[in-house]
């Protein structure tokens, strides 16, 4: 008996650490919004500037870069840069962050993840939106979204 009881605990306590950790990582808290691509998750903002948390770029879209002008069809030029920040801003709100690290992607030393905000996928609906494209060599889990948008001339496609 007192062999099983010992058995018992050992398997209790060597099995859980028994199995290999996985890389996955899971970086939750308040975003600041970097530009319509980019979220600091778990900074403060100090003069207009995010300090003090971890740069994360939203996986399988992009969105135009900050200070980006885009044309719309009738010609006429518009800070579409901008415009993604503050939808991404609008998207997030005061609600925090999840943001999934699950496929080990980085760019630079920029970790690419999966953000959520409340039961919003933030780069879904950035390319819902039409201020992001899906990145097709990313991911093809935006394209229905992408081609929607562009369809209904939102955003970058109007």
């Not at 992001?132 to 939102?154: I, P």
Request: charged share 20%; glycine share 10%; proline share 3%.
């Amino acid at each position: 008996m007192q062999h099983a009881i010992r058995f018992l605990m050992v398997m209790i306590i060597v099995v859980p650490f028994a199995y290999p950790v996985g890389a996955d990582a899971v970086i939750t808290g308040r975003a600041c919004i970097i530009d319509g691509n980019t979220v600091q998750v778990g900074s403060k903002l100090k003069d207009d500037k995010c300090w003090g948390g971890i740069d994360i770029r939203l996986h399988g879209s992009i969105a135009p870069e900050l200070n980006e002008t885009c044309t719309d069809s009738g010609g006429k030029a518009w800070n579409c840069g901008q415009e993604a920040k503050e939808a991404l801003a609008s998207l997030i709100r005061v609600n925090s962050v999840a943001c999934y690290h699950i496929d080990g992607e980085f760019k630079g030393m920029t970790p690419i993840a999966t953000c959520i905000s409340g039961h919003v996928d933030l780069a879904l609906e950035m390319v819902a939106l039409g201020m992001a494209k899906a990145l097709h060599d990313q991911s093809n889990r935006y394209a229905l979204e992408e081609k929607d948008a562009m369809q209904a001339k939102r955003g970058i496609w109007k």
